[in-house]
């Protein structure tokens, strides 16, 4: 039995968007094992004249061995308020330009990583964030960023880091960048 959980954006409050879990889907497929999470490598990083950083994403997570994916929901990920995105294979580089906050999250919708630049300040709620990214901050002025669960509570805080970082989304709510 699976029972999957997913974060969906709840709007209706004004400009106050909530985030709940809908716990269900449940399946009558057994599973071993779990969905291995994918490896993320910290790599040397090329800083270009204009300050910006390149990275190389890590390969494509594996797929559950044995279990059929057909029946499985895919939700592209998403942040609202909305912020500049792109999507890439597994293996290759990207660029998180100076004064971003870049996040990077596997997308099942394509079979790529989406990469999220989080550049004007704001507190972005995560949906269908599921699994390890990384994300990697080059934010100008010293600022503090932060990651919330659920509740509010803080699940990570940093201030611009040279790195890529491995983040476990699952408990990630919504991120403020500064």
């Not at 994403?57 to 029946?71: C, E, M, N």
């Not at 919708?109 to 507190?123: D, V």
Request: with cysteine; net charge positive.
């Amino acid at each position: 039995m699976i029972s999957i959980r997913k974060k969906i954006p709840v709007r209706g409050l004004g400009s106050i968007a909530a985030v709940a879990t809908v716990v269900g889907l449940t399946l009558g497929l057994s599973m071993a094992t779990a969905q291995a999470a994918p490896t993320v490598k910290t790599v040397a990083v090329q800083k270009a004249s204009t300050g910006d950083r390149t990275h190389v994403l890590p390969a494509i997570p594996a797929k559950v061995s044995g279990a059929s994916t057909a029946l499985l929901p895919a939700n592209s990920p998403a942040v609202s308020p909305s912020a500049g995105s792109t999507h890439q294979a597994g293996g290759t580089s990207y660029t998180c330009p100076s004064g971003n906050l870049c996040a990077v999250v596997y997308d099942p919708t394509t079979s790529s990583w989406e990469i999220f630049f989080l550049y004007n300040c704001a507190r972005y709620s995560l949906s269908y964030w599921n699994g390890t990214g990384n994300f990697s901050d080059y934010q100008t002025g010293g600022v503090t960023s932060y990651f919330y669960g659920q509740s509010g509570n803080t699940v990570r805080s940093f201030r611009p880091i040279l790195d890529d970082i491995s983040q476990d989304w699952g408990p990630v709510w919504s991120i403020r960048n500064c």
